[in-house]
């Protein structure tokens, strides 16, 4: 599959904690984008990031790039409860195909 | 609100009967695309559009039609419905197909029995 995955599938953590998410791929990237999805809604857009950036930040969120091991992260800092929700890579790749991976779902308890 | 706006949010289906998902966009956005959302699945494309009059396929385009004859409308259609159709539908916008994130509309879940 082309897709990569996201790890872990589910992660729960404390209020005030930090999430990390990992996205994983196989074919080369032109792009690789985070999205977030609450619970029976649409997915809403987080970070896009290059090909040839390692690192991108918006507020509480960080995005790393690591092309040589075909891999990405996302962090969230002092998590809130209303980060709970369903967190997507999507990468497009050198052969402009883009693609979803099946997520992560995260839980913050308060 | 801007954005992306699709109807029904929820439908259901006998076998066999068609109909049109509706998806507009007032954003100017070029780039439309449909997806389908299955458990454990993620999101799958199906047809997708880089400009009025121009539409192709994705990964699951069969049982499934499109047409763009606007910048801001993106239907889909379904021929003959079947249970495997059951799935949760987004429609997404976007001014690129590669270099700008994507814009989602609240989704419409679709039930075939």
């Known amino acids: 599959s082309q897709q990569g995955e996201e790890d872990p599938q589910a992660l729960s953590i404390q209020e005030g904690e930090n999430a990390t998410m990992n996205c994983s791929y196989k074919?080369?990237?032109?792009?690789l984008q985070w999205y977030r999805q609450n619970s029976g809604r649409g997915l809403v857009h987080l970070i896009l990031?290059?090909?040839?950036?390692r690192e991108k930040h918006s507020g509480r969120l960080r995005v790393t790039l690591d092309t040589s091991k075909k891999s990405s992260s996302l962090l969230i800092t002092a998590s809130r409860a209303a980060d709970t929700a369903s967190y997507f890579c999507?990468?497009?790749?050198?052969?402009?195909?883009?693609?979803f991976g099946t997520g992560t779902s995260l839980t913050v308890i308060p | 609100n801007a954005g992306v706006t699709q109807t029904p949010k929820f439908q259901v289906l006998k076998t066999g009967q068609s109909m049109t998902l509706q998806c507009a966009q007032d954003m100017n956005h070029e780039y439309m695309s449909w997806y389908r959302q299955d458990p454990g699945m993620g999101l799958r494309l199906i047809h997708y559009s880089v400009g009025a009059g121009i539409t192709d396929q994705g990964e699951v385009p069969n049982g499934y039609n499109v047409s763009r004859s606007t910048t801001e409308d993106f239907p889909l259609r379904l021929l003959s419905a079947a249970p495997s159709q059951t799935s949760v539908y987004f429609c997404?916008?976007?001014?690129?197909?590669?270099?700008?994130?994507?814009?989602f509309g609240s989704g419409t879940r679709l039930t075939v029995v």
């Open positions: 990031i290059r090909s040839n950036e």
């Open positions: 997404a916008s976007s001014y690129s197909r590669a270099r700008w994130g994507y814009t």
């Open positions: 999507a990468k497009f790749d050198a052969l402009d195909q883009f693609y």
């Open positions: 074919t080369s990237i032109n792009n």
